[in-house]
């Protein structure tokens, strides 16, 4: 198996950095279309775990340089298993037919069954895992606890939050329950995910940089500590104990990098607004790095996104043992983006990452 | 007149720490809804120098502990100026008629005349000064160069900036041409305001923080020197030569604090992924500091939003001479806020400022 990604996680040295893109099996792809089409809805799509299996790979066929592979899924499939009703509504976002207003309502949130309630989440991640036959890594995912709160207090996406930092403002008591359910469905859904065959883990914290200093850390971040206690750190691969490294991804977090750091995470998933070589010196030698170009780099020319690239590289430095860097955006690949671009980033990737290591750059 | 605000801005001791609120006329207030429906429109509002003045003066009416007004205006007045055709469609946001796409249409955008094409803004100016009275001191604004560039480019408002980055990766040398004349016009919109009588500039950079590292430096940041570089930085006043301070707000540009204290302006406004301590330890003794409490901390009960107030002024520590607070909100006031708890929030902020001078306090 290609093991640079998970060597990468590690801070192990590796012959070049590894790549990987957020929603790399998404709208910008011809072929996802087809299969989005074929499905009806979106969310037939997540959850037909053979449909779920041909989207994933289908980045993996058209790129040989991936260094992984993502469960394609949804962020909002733990609130629906909870019983919220997920649903889309024709071009827009994700909305829940139900929402958390009040005690009662965070009380009745049952811990869903990973199995019976999301079971097809755990059968693709096996089809999937089969699939790959070794090719690449396989990395499960999920919201964090503030992440899916926002979408279950909102009762959809937002502008201002203002429902769900009410809640918190007023009720902080019944917030931290919220997210210490939600916490508890994460670990379980994370762990799941892992017992089913995935070899990384990344919790998305789409939303935590919306969080005063103080508070992010009083609730994003401290619910996303309970998820890391209660996570598998490694899962017996043919009777071999392997670890299973995680990644978080707080966007807009780039102030609280250190604090991050320290929750038991082995990666930090940062956006473009972070500069890679200031986020190493401050916790290169406790953490790995996931990032971070500009999705929208990839809206020009081949040499003007190459270009960018190498500018990530440098940005960071060379990867020695004990630093290791994750290539990828600072956020999902926009819809769109030219497949044709995304084939200049990744060999520009591979290519000037090998010849860093060699001392061949000026970097 | 109350000098405390413009003390605070040239970090001099203050008897308490001021405050006035981003976007403190508004929807939020009644008597502003009011006189916004006898306008008939959001612009003819703007445009029209007595009802501004009248909208400017009404927080100040409602609020004695306000220590400064601002402007009521539109951030895109100085594109509509260029002859884009600024419009409000309902219920949406700001549109332009035009879009900036080529060079030609870069070439094609007239320095306004600040008198001829923006005079409503300047009576208004003139209007507000001679109301005030020297109450508490006016300040002026502008978007900055790069936010006015977001709007030309994207015709409006954008979720993800795909149009004015593509612009930017494709076309640096045009974006740079546009940047350079927009500085040209917000540099000569400020100063024109400063001569007509504003005390004190903002400079608004709203749409910053969605910059990767370095290209914020190279285009916003850039361009905001240019605009310092041509700010006239006293008027006078009665024969007496006064300073005029400008504070520079990028949203989202926590990361890059020591870089904006650099341009030459004399306060930062920071949003509240901020810690003030942190960045107080960062740049306190070259600019003040403007913010930052999160304005949907204003949705709780009195005595939790005063809560939140003491924790933005003991985050920031005691001001001392050489250092300076201003008290604001990390973003405009909500147009849900009850304006009670505006009051709530500037009384706890003048009792709780005043006792921490006094040493009686526990920070």
């Not at 279309?33 to 799509?45: H, I, Q, W």
């Not at 298993?81 to 005690?103: K, V």
Request: hydrophobic fraction near 45%.
């Amino acid at each position: 198996m290609n093991q640079v990604f998970l060597q990468a996680l590690s801070r192990q040295a590796t012959p070049y950095t590894p790549v990987w893109l957020m929603r790399q099996a998404g709208r910008y792809l011809p072929e996802y279309r087809a299969t989005r089409a074929r499905a009806g809805s979106f969310l037939a799509l997540a959850k037909t775990p053979e449909l779920a299996c041909e989207v994933t790979m289908q980045p993996l066929d058209r790129y040989p340089l991936l260094d992984a592979a993502i469960l394609f899924s949804d962020i909002l499939t733990i609130p629906d298993a909870m019983g919220l009703g997920l649903y889309f509504a024709e071009g827009e976002g994700p909305r829940f037919e139900r929402r958390i207003e009040s005690e009662a309502d965070v009380a009745a949130l049952p811990l869903p069954d990973m199995e019976a309630d999301l079971g097809y989440v755990m059968d693709a991640v096996r089809l999937i895992r089969s699939t790959l036959n070794g090719r690449v890594p396989l990395i499960g995912f999920s919201g964090s606890p503030w992440t899916l709160a926002c979408y279950m207090v909102e009762g959809g996406g937002s502008d201002d939050f203002r429902r769900v930092k009410t809640l918190m403002y007023k009720r902080p008591d019944l917030m931290l329950e919220l997210l210490r359910r939600n916490a508890k469905a994460v670990a379980a859904y994370l762990n799941a995910q892992i017992q089913a065959g995935a070899q990384a883990v990344m919790i998305f914290d789409t939303w935590g940089g919306v969080l005063p200093d103080g508070l992010f850390q009083k609730f994003s971040l401290a619910s996303m500590r309970w998820v890391h206690d209660a996570l598998i750190r490694e899962r017996s691969e043919a009777g071999v104990p392997t670890p299973v490294p995680s990644i978080v991804f707080t966007k807009g977090g780039g102030l609280w990098l250190e604090e991050i750091a320290a929750i038991g995470c082995d990666a930090l998933g940062v956006d473009w607004t972070v500069n890679l070589g200031a986020a190493r010196a401050r916790v290169g030698n406790r953490v790995a790095l996931q990032g971070n170009l500009d999705p929208m780099a990839l809206m020009a020319d081949p040499a003007q996104v190459q270009a960018q690239a190498l500018k990530v590289l440098e940005s960071f430095g060379i990867p020695q043992q004990g630093v290791g860097h994750v290539f990828n955006l600072g956020h999902g690949i926009s819809q769109f983006t030219d497949p044709e671009m995304v084939t200049a980033l990744l060999e520009a990737v591979r290519d000037y990452s090998t010849k860093q290591r060699a001392g061949s750059t000026r970097s």
